[in-house]
């Protein structure tokens, strides 16, 4: 009997995972092609005086490509003209965009008449994958409270957990997006002593330049390279 031998040679290429072809990154986690960046110790990007109410910020290039790409939005608590607010908000900037949660509708205390339309920040935990198939907005809330004294006066607010959550963000790069996650480690909220904003770590990928400069060298404090325009402390 005659034995035919039948021999399959299988592309390579099939085999081949890829962030090119599926764009995506687990929170928390990097590669060694991704930008990475961990702040050493955490840091606090954000530093409010007390009895201010001021509103700060904090502008971040995530992908090291010397563009800035984010913005936090830090207002300490404040009470004027009947009316009590504070917030952390992140802006994305130059057709970026950050993952989406829900929107927070809120309407006075009567339940009647609409106030406004908040965009609450999806609170990503660790191993959670970040891709396409989130909703996106350029400004979301990671945490706010607005509230009016007036007849029937509105209250509304809405957080997310900083110290167990990451943050969804894409940047417009060459026409696609690159996805990215950042790691807020505290919010404090402070009428009369300092509101700040701490930051942990973040990454964003896809970049040749993937390294973490904080752990590449033995700074005790090292900022994000050019990250900020604003004060820092």
């Not at 909703?135 to 007849?151: A, I, K, M, P, Q």
């Not at 002593?193 to 590449?216: D, H, Y």
Request: proline share 4%.
């Amino acid at each position: 009997m005659k034995t035919i031998k039948y021999i399959f040679i299988l592309p390579l290429f099939l085999g081949f995972y890829t962030q090119a072809h599926c764009q995506m990154i687990i929170a928390g986690q990097h590669s060694s092609s991704d930008y990475y960046y961990k702040f050493i110790p955490d840091t606090i990007a954000i530093n409010i005086p007390g009895n201010t109410g001021n509103t700060d910020y904090y502008s971040f290039d995530i992908n090291n490509d010397g563009v800035k790409d984010f913005k936090f939005a830090l207002q300490a608590p404040t009470t004027a003209m009947g009316a009590n607010s504070s917030f952390c908000s992140i802006i994305a900037m130059n057709n970026n965009k950050v993952a989406l949660a829900s929107y927070d509708s809120c309407f006075d205390n009567s339940g009647t008449l609409y106030i406004a339309k908040y965009g609450v920040a999806h609170a990503f935990k660790y191993n959670d994958t970040i891709n396409s198939n989130l909703s996106w907005d350029s400004l979301v809330y990671l945490t706010y409270g607005f509230s009016h004294f007036s007849n029937p006066g509105y209250s509304c607010g809405a957080s997310y957990s900083p110290d167990t959550a990451y943050i969804g963000v894409r940047v417009m790069v060459n026409s696609s997006y690159e996805y990215g996650w950042i790691r807020i480690v505290s919010m404090t909220f402070n009428p009369t002593n300092p509101t700040t904003l701490k930051m942990g770590a973040l990454a964003c990928e896809n970049n040749s330049a993937g390294i973490n400069e904080a752990l590449n060298n033995n700074y005790s404090v090292k900022i994000y390279p050019n990250p900020a325009n604003e004060l820092i402390n």
